[in-house]
């Protein structure tokens, strides 16, 4: 039976930035499609059956999954740009690691166990978070999937090579629950001196465009008083961001931003910037990026620009199944409950099942960063974790 240092070892070097020390694991990019190679090899090596569903998601299979009320653990193989090595990859190992545990245990499940891995989870490359699974759950309407572009241009169907399949209610009728090992986005298992915990919800997150209009003109000729300078615009809305979150007690970040004609000695005509609001309610949530929309109308009157707001992805506010959570919580002996501000599979499967999730002590509190971190001790007990939950729920 492999080590989690072992098997962790044959991922470390797949899609590394040698300079950040971070990850380019884009969907159905190479480096990833080398990590999915990686887990079909793993998954049939394990006398696991594995199967797709058209939709970019894999699924392998610890007894006939056709019995119905499987157990569904995983994650993702796919990295936010220069992200850490943990975020999604540790609960695909995991669930790997878990099942070579039951088996030395001698454990014979009696419901059948799965594990996934879903596809484009960090929006990455396409721009909107846990696409795979939303796709699988019919939250994403295919053909609107199909045509959404990276920034090459490349659409998903031409990356996939065909239109996604789509919701997979066959498949959904399956599953009896799902639970999700993850890093921790944060510190709090540190303060708590506990390896492990379980999640109570998710909270409310989006993301929106923002488009700042204004006038393409030459740097070294264009007085001052005559422009009509988007950028001026935009920093003025990511200050304004920063402040709306900190009064109303939320969270908001622009960390993207696209520059027409992107120039040196050139003002711009198109700054488009990408805000990401969370917040613990949905109404604050909402009060933000309204706040924040507020502030840059009012900027760009001043400017002489225009600014415009497109919704790309909101999530509401997702509370895991409680039976589900206090179980699991109890059958690890009283772990620790936690919120989470990121967003996951776990959250989109919510909607139509039984979910859960457990977070792995990461002590940095680092993430979407090379920095993120776990202990390979800390790594072991979320494997034997996950598997006294698998037991737990299969037998």
Same mark, same amino acid.
């Given at each position: 039976?492999?080590?989690?240092?072992?098997?962790?070892?044959?991922?470390?070097?797949?899609?590394?930035?040698?300079?950040?020390?971070?990850?380019?694991?884009?969907?159905?990019?190479?480096?990833?499609?080398?990590?999915?190679?990686?887990?079909?090899?793993?998954?049939?090596?394990?006398?696991?059956?594995?199967?797709?569903?058209?939709?970019?998601?894999?699924?392998?299979?610890?007894?006939?999954?056709?019995?119905?009320?499987?157990?569904?653990?995983?994650?993702?193989?796919?990295?936010?740009?220069?992200?850490?090595?943990?975020?999604?990859?540790?609960?695909?190992?995991?669930?790997?690691?878990?099942?070579?545990?039951?088996?030395?245990?001698?454990?014979?499940?009696?419901?059948?166990?799965?594990?996934?891995?879903?596809?484009?989870?960090?929006?990455?490359?396409?721009?909107?978070?846990?696409?795979?699974?939303?796709?699988?759950?019919?939250?994403?309407?295919?053909?609107?999937?199909?045509?959404?572009?990276?920034?090459?241009?490349?659409?998903?169907?031409?990356?996939?090579?065909?239109?996604?399949?789509?919701?997979?209610?066959?498949?959904?009728?399956?599953?009896?629950?799902?639970?999700?090992?993850?890093?921790?986005?944060?510190?709090?298992?540190?303060?708590?001196?506990?390896?492990?915990?379980?999640?109570?919800?998710?909270?409310?997150?989006?993301?929106?465009?923002?488009?700042?209009?204004?006038?393409?003109?030459?740097?070294?000729?264009?007085?001052?008083?005559?422009?009509?300078?988007?950028?001026?615009?935009?920093?003025?809305?990511?200050?304004?961001?920063?402040?709306?979150?900190?009064?109303?007690?939320?969270?908001?970040?622009?960390?993207?931003?696209?520059?027409?004609?992107?120039?040196?000695?050139?003002?711009?005509?198109?700054?488009?910037?990408?805000?990401?609001?969370?917040?613990?309610?949905?109404?604050?949530?909402?009060?933000?990026?309204?706040?924040?929309?507020?502030?840059?109308?009012?900027?760009?009157?001043?400017?002489?620009?225009?600014?415009?707001?497109?919704?790309?992805? @909101? *999530?509401?506010?997702?509370?895991? +199944?409680?039976?589900?959570? %206090?179980?699991? $919580?109890? !059958?690890?002996?009283? /772990?620790? #409950?936690?919120?989470?501000?990121?967003?996951?599979?776990?959250?989109?499967?919510?909607?139509?099942?039984?979910?859960?999730?457990?977070?792995?002590?990461?002590?940095?509190? @680092? *993430?979407?960063?090379?920095?993120? +971190?776990?202990?390979?001790? %800390?790594?072991? $007990?979320? !494997?034997?974790?996950? /598997?006294? #939950?698998?037991?737990?729920?299969?037998?």
């Amino acid at each position: 039976m492999s080590t989690f240092a072992e098997l962790w070892a044959q991922l470390a070097p797949v899609g590394r930035d040698p300079g950040t020390g971070g990850y380019l694991r884009y969907a159905y990019t190479p480096a990833e499609a080398l990590l999915r190679d990686w887990f079909l090899d793993q998954a049939r090596g394990r006398g696991l059956a594995v199967e797709q569903d058209g939709n970019g998601n894999l699924f392998a299979w610890w007894g006939d999954p056709a019995a119905g009320d499987a157990v569904l653990t995983g994650s993702h193989l796919d990295s936010v740009p220069h992200g850490g090595a943990y975020d999604g990859p540790l609960g695909v190992v995991s669930a790997l690691l878990a099942v070579d545990e039951l088996r030395a245990r001698g454990f014979a499940p009696a419901r059948p166990i799965g594990v996934a891995v879903f596809a484009e989870e960090e929006g990455s490359r396409f721009g909107l978070a846990c696409l795979g699974s939303r796709l699988f759950t019919g939250a994403v309407d295919p053909n609107a999937a199909a045509a959404l572009t990276d920034r090459d241009g490349v659409t998903l169907a031409q990356a996939m090579g065909a239109v996604p399949a789509g919701a997979r209610p066959d498949l959904l009728a399956r599953l009896g629950c799902y639970v999700e090992l993850h890093v921790e986005q944060g510190r709090a298992l540190v303060d708590l001196d506990r390896a492990v915990g379980v999640a109570t919800a998710i909270w409310p997150h989006g993301r929106w465009r923002l488009d700042f209009r204004g006038e393409a003109n030459h740097a070294g000729t264009t007085l001052m008083a005559d422009r009509r300078d988007p950028m001026l615009t935009f920093a003025a809305t990511v200050l304004a961001a920063d402040a709306e979150a900190r009064r109303l007690g939320a969270h908001a970040t622009i960390g993207r931003v696209q520059v027409a004609p992107n120039a040196t000695n050139a003002i711009p005509s198109l700054v488009s910037a990408w805000l990401d609001a969370r917040a613990d309610a949905p109404d604050t949530m909402e009060a933000v990026v309204a706040a924040v929309y507020d502030r840059a109308q009012a900027h760009a009157r001043e400017d002489g620009t225009k600014v415009s707001l497109t919704a790309e992805s @909101v *999530s509401p506010e997702t509370e895991f +199944h409680v039976g589900l959570r %206090d179980r699991l $919580a109890k !059958v690890l002996d009283g /772990a620790p #409950v936690l919120p989470t501000g990121a967003g996951h599979d776990a959250g989109v499967l919510s909607a139509l099942l039984p979910t859960a999730m457990l977070f792995v002590r990461n002590p940095t509190g @680092v *993430s979407h960063s090379p920095a993120e +971190h776990a202990s390979d001790a %800390d790594c072991e $007990a979320g !494997v034997r974790a996950l /598997a006294d #939950v698998l037991q737990e729920l299969a037998c």
